[in-house]
């Protein structure tokens, strides 16, 4: 009786304390806004949980383009980055494409199969030039 009281305080436990649950949502990530800065285009992304800065990196997709130059816009901030594109590559960026940001490259996979399947990456919408704020 004892190990069965036990045990059932222990499963209590577990699906209310915050953390361990929450570990395994994924995040909400949004653009929160893109501004010209000079010749530059910034991306800038906000996210429910901190981003993780460590080992891998993250990549912005837009349709068929890869974005790897990034900011931290604040340091203590870890819940928005920044993706600096150039204003030539801003040119060539297809109207309705589809974005993507996922933590790590995604090679040889669907990128919208992997968004759905995967806690690090996320479908951001599709661009659009009316998301530039001058």
Request: net charge positive; proline share 1%; aromatic share 12%.
């Amino acid at each position: 009786m004892h190990k069965r009281v036990v045990l059932f305080l222990s499963f209590l436990l577990f699906l209310f304390t915050p953390g361990f649950s929450a570990a395994s949502e994924k995040a909400i990530v949004k653009i929160a806004s893109v501004r010209q800065k000079g010749e530059e285009i910034h991306f800038a992304l906000s996210s429910s949980k901190p981003f993780i800065f460590g080992s891998n990196q993250y990549v912005l997709y837009i349709g068929s383009k890869e974005f790897t130059r990034l900011e931290q816009t604040n340091e203590e901030d870890k819940r928005t980055i920044s993706f600096v594109i150039s204003k030539a590559e801003y040119r060539t960026l297809k109207e309705g494409a589809k974005m993507y940001l996922s933590y790590g490259r995604v090679e040889d996979m669907d990128i919208e199969k992997h968004s759905r399947q995967s806690l690090k990456c996320w479908k951001l919408g599709t661009f659009s030039r009316k998301l530039l704020k001058k």
